[in-house]
């Protein structure tokens, strides 16, 4: 079987890599609560723990999140798999769902909870890590994806 829908499995494989690489990074460099802030009261790097979803939602609910990233990351190796050559966009978008899955799914699993570091103060938005990045990115690239595909207002003949 040749591997098709290469972008796709790039993208996967650079959000993944990018994403365990900061999270190390950050686990390695910081005690758990520490703060630094890049632009005071705008942006900081602080490491927290999220046994939740993106914005702490279904905090403590660490099982079934991490079948659910599980299940996403294997219906969308099997979409890429299985399906004719995606788009471009398409391949983008689900790579970077793929790899960002795949990176929240692997700390649930093993540590029981997600590291977050992204801190963004000016706004008051909750902490996050370049897996939640990659998922949001990957949405914006499958809107546009589906923007290409609207067919365009068709003329009728009278």
């Known amino acids: 079987m040749r591997l098709k829908n290469h972008l796709f499995w790039l993208a996967a494989f650079i959000a993944f890599f990018i994403d365990q690489l900061t999270k190390y990074w950050v686990v390695q460099t910081f005690k758990l609560g520490q703060t630094l802030p890049l632009l005071q009261d705008v942006f900081?790097?602080?490491?927290?723990?999220n046994t939740g979803a993106a914005f702490?939602?279904?905090?403590?609910?660490?099982?079934?999140?991490?079948w659910l990233s599980l299940g996403v990351s294997l219906v969308l190796?099997?979409?890429?798999?299985?399906?004719p050559l995606l788009n471009l966009w398409d391949q983008l978008g689900y790579g970077l769902i793929l790899g960002g899955a795949m990176g929240n799914g692997i700390d649930r699993f093993i540590?029981?909870?997600?590291?977050?570091?992204?801190?963004?103060?000016?706004i008051n938005f909750a902490v996050f890590n370049m897996a939640d990045s990659f998922i949001s990115i990957g949405i914006v690239c499958l809107l546009i994806?589906?923007?290409?595909?609207?067919p365009?207002?068709?003329?009728?003949?009278r």
């Open 56 to 66: 702490s939602l279904l905090t403590g609910k660490v099982e079934w999140l991490r």
């Open 152 to 157: 365009t207002s068709s003329h009728r003949s």
């Open 44 to 49: 900081h790097i602080t490491y927290v723990t």
């Open 111 to 122: 540590l029981g909870y997600v590291v977050d570091f992204l801190d963004f103060r000016l």
């Open 145 to 150: 994806a589906s923007l290409q595909k609207t």
């Open 77 to 83: 190796i099997g979409l890429a798999l299985f399906s």
